[in-house]
């Protein structure tokens, strides 16, 4: 057994729209509810056609709100949601620390700790300058400078491609 690698690093308001960004991207591409847009897009396709023909325009008012709702306020509201719960979380400006080990992740804090196996954890996401944990319906972020140094991150990529929550 190996030597547990220490990841430790602030979770601020910086992390947490970084970690919103990602996780949001990341849940819009992997889901089928993306093409509900497509869905949308056609249907403000008929309400020009009906706009242009009859000089009707409800259909046309209802699809462009409805897809500015879509791909724009859904987002807008979930930021919203994810910020107040970051001004209310007990981890609020504290340091979080991590513990890898072939067991798994032991995630630390004064409020107590959490033990999380490999089994339990979903995937690793490989960001620009950060990682995400993926342990469904929750993303936990850590940043790049989490990790002591670039062999501990090298280490944590092999850990997590050996229990095959990593694409290689």
Do not use: C
Not at 56 to 64: I, R, T, V, Y
């Amino acid at each position: 057994m190996s030597e547990p690698i220490h990841i430790r690093y602030t979770w601020n308001r910086e992390n947490v729209k970084k970690l919103f960004e990602s996780s949001y991207k990341y849940q819009f591409e992997h889901s089928a509810k993306r093409y509900i847009g497509w869905l949308f897009i056609a249907i403000l396709q008929f309400g020009v056609v009906a706009a242009l023909k009859k000089g009707d325009f409800s259909l046309l008012l209802f699809s462009s709100i409805v897809l500015v709702y879509w791909y724009y306020g859904k987002k807008i509201i979930a930021r919203k949601r994810a910020e107040s719960a970051f001004e209310t979380s007990s981890f609020r400006d504290k340091t979080i620390f991590i513990d890898v080990s072939d067991e798994g992740f032991e995630i630390k804090g004064k409020e107590g700790r959490v033990q999380w196996p490999w089994d339990e954890i979903d995937e690793i996401i490989v960001l620009d300058n950060a990682m995400m944990l993926y342990k469904y319906p929750y993303f936990h972020y850590i940043p790049d400078s989490g990790f002591h140094s670039i062999e501990d991150k090298s280490r944590f990529k092999k850990m997590a491609k050996a229990h095959r929550k990593m694409a290689e």
